[in-house]
C-alpha cells in the first residue's frame, strides 16, 4: 500500500509527525518513507510493507496530511503504475526533462577511444542543438581479450569536453560499483561540468549486487537495459531493485532479445514493448536501435534499418533513443559496423522528428475517438 502526502507537506510538520507515528504502529507493517522529486514537484510516499490486506484504506485516507492511498499490486510496487493515472511519471536531471511525455535524443560513441573522436563527436551533437550524449568508458565484451574501454582514465577529457559542448547528460555503462564512485570523483574534479545517467548494460539486468548498490545512491538517474535472454517481468523486476533502494529515477531501455529468429539483425528487435511499459509502469522507455539491428544495413527505399527501428520506437510513443555514431567507424575499437556517420545526424534527428510528429498526432486522434 503506498500513501501519498499532500506536496505541501514537509517532513518537519506536526501533520507529518503525526500521520507517520500512526503508520509506525500498525501491526505486521513497516512504514517506508520515499522522497520523490518528480518532473514538477517533489512529493513523500509512504510504503506500508507487510501485511496490508487487513488495513483500511479509507481509515489512512483521513490521516493529516494524507492526500490518496493507493493498493498495489505484488509486482513493480515502486515504478508500477497500478491503475493509477495520477500518479507522476517522470524526473529532471541537470536541466532535463526524462517523462513518458517527452523525447530525448542520445547519440554518441559506444566506446571512447580517442579525444578527437569525443570531441568531433560533442561539437556535432552541439551544432545541431543537442545537450545528451552517450559515451562508454567501460565496455562489458564478450572476449577477455578484446578492448575493454578506457575506463576511469578517459573520464576528465570526456566530461570536460562535454561541458565545453553544453552537454547536460552523457550516458555512460557501468559495470562495477567502483565505477559509480569514480565517476562521481571525477565529476567533483572537474567542476560537474555535466551530468552523468549511469547505463546497466543487458549483460547485468541480472546482477543484483551490482543493481542494488546503484539503486542506493542517489547521485545519478539509472538507464536499465532490458535483459537480452529474460522476460520483460524479469527485466522490470530488476529495475524494481533500484527503486526498492531508494533510486526511483529510472528509465527502461528496450535494446532487442537475442535468439536467431532476429537474424539477419544482432538481435530481435522488441520496440513493440514501448507502449506495455508505459502502460505498466511509470518509466520513461528508451529504445536502442544500434544494439538491436546490429548493422547499417539498408532497404531499397533508402533508409537504414537502424532509422526505421528507431523511428518504430518513437512512432509507438519512445520518450528516448540510444543511438551509436561515430566520426571514423572504421576505426571504432568497438562495434564500429553499426555506428551512423556525423554527416547524417542532421538526417537521422530530423527522420526521428518527423516520427514524434506523427506520434503526437496518432495521440491526439487516439484523444478525439475517446472523446
Ligand atoms: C551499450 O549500450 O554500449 C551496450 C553494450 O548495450 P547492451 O548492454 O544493450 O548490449
Ligand atoms: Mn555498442
Known amino acids: 500500500m503506498i500513501v501519498i502526502l499532500d506536496s505541501s507537506i514537509t517532513e518537519q510538520s506536526e501533520a507529518y509527525r503525526q500521520t507517520l507515528d500512526c503508520l509506525s504502529q500498525l501491526p505486521d507493517v513497516v512504514a517506508h518513507v520515499h522522497n520523490i522529486q518528480g518532473a514538477q514537484q517533489s512529493l513523500t510516499e509512504i510504503y506500508l510493507i507487510g501485511d496490508t490486506r487487513k488495513l483500511s484504506a479509507e481509515e489512512i ?4 496530511g494524507v ?3 493507493i493498493r498495489v ?4 510496487r515502486i515504478l508500477g503504475r497500478h491503475r493509477d493515472g495520477q500518479r507522476t511519471s517522470g524526473f529532471e536531471y541537470n536541466g532535463v526533462l526524462f517523462s513518458q511525455d517527452n523525447l530525448n535524443i542520445f547519440a554518441g560513441l559506444c566506446a571512447v577511444d580517442t579525444p578527437e573522436h ?3 563527436m560533442l561539437k556535432a551533437l552541439r551544432d545541431h542543438g543537442q545537450v545528451c550524449t552517450r559515451m562508454g568508458a567501460y565496455k562489458p565484451r564478450t572476449s577477455p581479450y578484446a578492448f575493454q574501454g578506457h575506463g576511469k582514465a578517459c573520464l576528465p577529457y570526456v566530461f570536460e569536453l562535454a561541458g565545453k559542448y553544453g552537454i547536460k547528460v552523457v550516458a555512460m555503462e557501468v559495470t562495477h560499483e567502483s565505477h559509480v564512485e569514480e565517476i562521481h570523483e571525477c565529476l567533483e574534479q572537474t567542476g560537474q561540468p555535466t551530468g552523468v545517467m549511469v547505463q546497466i548494460g543487458t549483460r547485468n539486468t541480472q546482477n543484483f549486487e551490482l543493481l542494488k548498490a ?6 545519478f538517474p539509472v538507464l536499465l537495459k532490458r535483459g537480452f535472454g529474460i522476460t520483460l517481468n524479469e527485466s522490470l523486476n530488476a529495475a524494481e531493485y533500484l527503486a526498492s533502494e531508494g533510486n526511483s529515477r529510472v528509465v527502461f531501455c528496450l535494446r532487442g532479445v537475442k535468439t536467431n529468429m532476429g537474424d539477419p539483425h544482432r538481435n530481435l528487435v522488441d520496440f513493440s514493448h514501448t507502449p506495455v511499459l508505459k502502460r505498466l509502469t511509470r518509466m520513461p522507455v528508451c529504445v536502442d536501435p544500434s544494439h538491436s539491428v546490429g548493422t547499417r544495413d539498408r532497404s531499397p527505399d533508402g533508409i537504414l534499418d537502424l532509422m526505421h527501428a528507431a523511428a518504430q520506437g518513437v512512432i509507438s510513443g519512445a520518450n528516448m533513443v540510444l543511438i551509436d555514431f561515430h566520426p571514423e567507424p572504421a576505426k571504432a575499437l568497438v562495434d564500429g559496423p553499426q555506428a551512423m556517420l556525423l554527416s547524417e545526424l542532421g538526417w537521422f534527428l530530423e527522420d526521428v522528428a518527423l ?6 498526432k496518432r495521440q491526439a486522434l487516439a484523444d478525439r475517438q475517446r472523446g
Open 61 to 64: 485516507e483521513v490521516l493529516p
Open 67 to 69: 492526500e490518496r492511498v
Open 73 to 76: 499490486s505484488e509486482e513493480y
Open 118 to 120: 569525443v570531441e568531433q
Open 214 to 219: 546503484v539503486g542506493r545512491q542517489q547521485e
Open 355 to 360: 516520427a514524434r510528429d506523427c506520434y503526437e
